[in-house]
């Protein structure tokens, strides 16, 4: 039986990650005054929530990919790959959270690995199915 543990360590530091983005927009919202429900207000608020929601849109497309990665090719590759997603989300919250400009490198590479993941899935999946008959 495989266990995939590997890849559910990766699935919870990064759903920690986005944890620890939640939080850090709730401190800005106490610490710029901008009262729920806004959504914008003081240009450093306004970046945190930024960086927090555009995780969350990149989640989704991030963990099935991960997780599909890992059941249909290989589970150290998918704890690799996804590892390398959760770097790259550091440095987009670090740089994005200083000024809006310094988020390319970390955005790029959590990109990259998002794409390796997707479609290498997807490209294993299809030769599943070509030699299968499906």
Do not use: C
Not at 63 to 68: A, D, I, K
Not at 70 to 92: H, K, N, P, Q, S
Not at 96 to 111: D, P
Request: glycine share 12%; net charge positive; no cysteine.
């Amino acid at each position: 039986m495989q266990t995939h543990v590997l890849v559910a360590i990766v699935t919870l530091v990064a759903l920690l990650l986005y944890f620890a983005m939640g939080l850090r927009v709730g401190r800005a919202r106490t610490t710029y005054g901008v009262v729920a429900p806004a959504t914008s207000g003081h240009p450093d608020f306004d970046r945190r929530f930024r960086v927090q929601a555009n995780t969350l849109e990149w989640l989704p497309l991030f963990l099935v990919s991960l997780w599909l990665f890992a059941l249909y090719w290989d589970e150290r590759v998918a704890a690799f790959f996804g590892l390398l997603w959760i770097v790259g989300r550091i440095l987009y919250m670090t740089g994005y959270s200083k000024e809006a400009g310094a988020r390319g490198l970390g955005f790029g590479i959590q990109a990259a690995a998002t794409g390796l993941l997707l479609f290498g899935a997807l490209g294993r999946l299809i030769w599943i199915a070509a030699h299968t008959g499906f």
